[in-house]
């Protein structure tokens, strides 16, 4: 057993700390007000390497093992998810499928831009009629000699207002239902492909989630991921591998919110005495803390699991279920803790609780999670007893 | 060119100091690159961008140092010194005679360094370090040119600027604001870990323990009082006056 992490993911991480401590962190409230990242902090955010860290070595990235990206997610966790959320879904879902499922033509001609942050990457896999249950997809791909026309809608795709690079899921053989999916390569320039109007959120403001449409939309066959009719499994393994991140997000804003708090209770008097001397702050304080302990470690020891090879879809789901459950609870008892401030917009802590909600929903809902866990369950039970 | 860059490893200036015994105390305490050093790194490493530089860090101070030069090391240095043998350490006379002899190793056209150490605030080492070398140097820079052999460096001078031409070899100090020191990346922190990082001893600089002993002594360390509650004077114009001359005497004895 070793706790320790290595010396560079170290020292990578307490620059990740400090770059968000002193370049985001003091810009949060005019993040969330103007509901934009300035610029000049995604451009600092890029030449850090930040959009590069699940992308290998060799195509520009930092090729970092699961453990590494879940400890500069903690840090980045730490403060307006918005940001956040921009460079996880990047990092995660959005560039994921080309690295794994990529042949080495495509690598070759996305991933050192995605790296680079010059391409932003997006997935599309939602529909109006088909959320949780993805299968239901009708965007439509039809080949046509050497490429596919694309048909169809997809609504709350993340960073789809800037990226250039769409992970897109659609249907290429309607008779096979999941197994009639395929996974596309899409970019922003292909004609026929149009963003909707940008949709207005309860938080995540920073970030952009919006509709697109494909009309007639042509696609090389090259720009086919992986094979013909493998794209609701590349999409459920593409979901799968960012569960950690999600979670190490989630961890690091729980973070965040206990340290406040534990100030706050000590700082915030009432009766005569800091507040931190009533037993039911200290055991909310507690209770804060003991979760978020045991999500970091849950966190780590999934993330450690996948970087041997091991199989953990139940463990990431347990992971994302847990991580985002936690990330809810710790967020309403922030609020508790600072009473009328926790309520107020110039503090922070209201904006965390409504962050943390969205955390329980995308990329696989709490349910689905639960699903998840108890297939994988029943699976291992039918295998013993076979 | 050859740049050679002093670093401290220094408190994070969100810290706060505590003392025990007159020493001050570091156990769970963050320690970052001296800031006025960063801006010497920065400084080195833009040089090295726009021309053809090498750029080497030296420390003098406890092994600990490492992390601040592997931070430089990732921010785009080339190679790394480590004066971390304890016969070494003494004062500001003593640092100086160590690096003179470290930059006596090689050739080095151009030493940058901090303008002062935010722990200490001595701000002699780099100064006495040129002295030392017999070369120039130019302090507390807010602009540096470097045009073929000529150096210019321009510096505030109350409100105004002053501008200083010397020629290589030559010693600047940096000052707040010389550039905006970058993050490191993270592929330059993997790479760091490759980049080499020597330690030198006494041995190894040639030195004597009686050549580089201590000039100054440190008899006390103390904080500074906790600050109380000023006193506002009131009354007519005339009174003020002179109560504020008795209390400047006799209370706070600012005048003898
Ligand atoms: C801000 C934001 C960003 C998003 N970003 C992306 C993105 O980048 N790309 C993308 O493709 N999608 C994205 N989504 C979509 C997101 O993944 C879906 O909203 C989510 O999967 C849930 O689908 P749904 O909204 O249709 O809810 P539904 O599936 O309609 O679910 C409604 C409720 O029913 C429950 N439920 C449904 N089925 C079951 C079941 N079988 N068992 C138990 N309970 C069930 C759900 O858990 C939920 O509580 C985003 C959504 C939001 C709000």
């Known amino acids: 057993m070793d706790f320790q992490l290595p010396e560079d993911l170290i020292l990578m991480r307490e620059t990740v700390r400090d770059f968000v401590r002193h370049e985001v962190e003091p810009y949060a409230m005019q993040i969330e007000e103007e509901d934009k990242v300035p610029d000049s902090i995604l451009e600092k955010t890029k030449r850090m390497g930040l959009f590069g860290l699940s992308i290998p070595e060799e195509y520009g990235g930092m090729g970092l093992s699961m453990l590494g990206e879940c400890a500069v997610f903690e840090e980045l966790g730490a403060t307006i998810n918005g940001f956040t959320t921009i460079i996880g879904a990047h990092n995660g879902i959005g560039s994921v499928g080309i690295v794994e499922f990529g042949n080495e033509q495509q690598k070759q001609r996305y991933l050192p831009r995605m790296a680079s942050g010059e391409w932003l990457g997006a997935f599309a896999l ?3 009629q088909a959320g949780s249950n993805a299968a239901a997809i009708r965007t439509r791909a ?153 999500l970091r470690w849950m966190t780590y020891r999934v993330a450690w699991m996948a970087d041997q090879g091991q199989n953990v879809v139940k463990e990431a789901a347990m992971l994302k279920l847990y991580g985002s459950e936690v990330y809810n609870r710790v967020a309403d008892l922030a609020v508790q803790i600072h009473g ?19 955390t329980r929903i995308y990329e696989g809902t709490s349910e689905i999670q639960k699903n998840i866990i108890a297939s994988e369950l029943h699976k291992a039970y039918q295998k013993q007893n076979d | 060119m050859k740049i050679l860059v002093l670093v401290k490893q220094t408190f994070d200036t969100e810290e706060k100091i505590r003392l025990q015994d ?36 030296v420390s003098v101070g406890p092994s600990r140092s490492e992390e601040a030069l592997r931070t430089a090391l990732a921010m785009g240095a080339d190679e790394a ?7 070494l350490f003494g004062d500001e006379y003593s640092a100086a005679k160590v690096l003179a002899a470290i930059a006596r190793k090689d050739q080095y056209d151009l030493i940058i360094a901090g303008n002062q150490a935010v722990d200490d605030g001595s701000g002699q080492v780099a100064v006495r ?64 870990g490759k980049k ?36 506002i004077l009131s009354g007519d114009l005339s009174q003020q006056v002179s109560e504020l001359v008795t209390a400047l005497h006799s209370v706070e004895k600012v005048i003898g």
Do not use: W
Request: one cysteine or more.
């Open chain 1, 126 to 128: 939602t529909e109006p």
């Open chain 1, 142 to 294: 039809v080949k046509k000699g050497d490429r596919y026309v694309i048909n169809g809608q997809k609504i709350y795709i993340t960073n789809a207002p800037y990226a250039q690079v769409f992970t897109v899921m659609a249907v290429t053989d309607p008779e096979k239902g999941a197994k009639g999916i395929t996974s596309f390569i899409v970019e922003r320039s292909f004609p026929g492909f149009q963003v909707g109007s940008v949709e207005k959120k309860m938080g995540l403001h920073g970030s952009h989630t919006a509709q697109i449409y494909f009309e007639d939309m042509e696609v090389p066959e090259e720009n086919v991921l992986g094979h013909e009719g493998e794209g609701y499994i590349n999409a459920l393994k593409i979901l799968a591998n960012g569960r950690a991140g999600l979670a190490a997000r989630c961890l690091g804003s729980c973070q965040y919110l206990l340290d406040r708090s534990v100030a706050y209770a000590h700082e915030r008097h009432q009766f005569g005495k800091p507040i931190f001397e009533q037993q039911i702050i200290q055991h909310y304080l507690a209770d804060m803390a003991t979760q978020i302990e045991t």
């Open chain 1, 340 to 358: 009328g401030i926790g309520y107020i917009a110039e503090y922070p802590i209201e904006r965390f609780y409504r962050d943390a909600r969205i």
């Open chain 2, 22 to 57: 007159g020493q001050v105390q570091e156990d769970g305490v963050r320690f970052v690159i001296n800031p006025y050093d960063e801006y010497a790194i920065e400084e080195a490493i833009r040089i090295k961008e726009a021309g053809d530089a090498e750029v080497v860090v």
């Open chain 2, 81 to 87: 010194i480590l004066a971390d043998d304890s016969e």
């Open chain 2, 129 to 192: 370090l040129a002295e030392e070398l017999g070369i120039p140097h130019i302090s507390t820079l807010t602009k540096l040119e470097v045009n073929g052999n000529e150096v210019i460096g321009h510096r505030d001078a109350e409100g105004d600027e002053e501008i200083v031409k010397a020629t290589l070899p030559v010693l600047v100090t940096a000052q707040q604001g010389l550039n905006d020191p970058r993050y490191p990346s993270l592929i330059g922190i993997r790479k760091a």
């Open chain 2, 196 to 231: 080499p990082l020597t330690h030198v001893t006494l041995a190894d600089l040639g030195l004597t323990a009686e050549e580089i002993a201590r000039k100054s002594e440190v008899v006390e360390t103390f904080l500074p009082q906790p600050k109380t509650a000023g006193k």
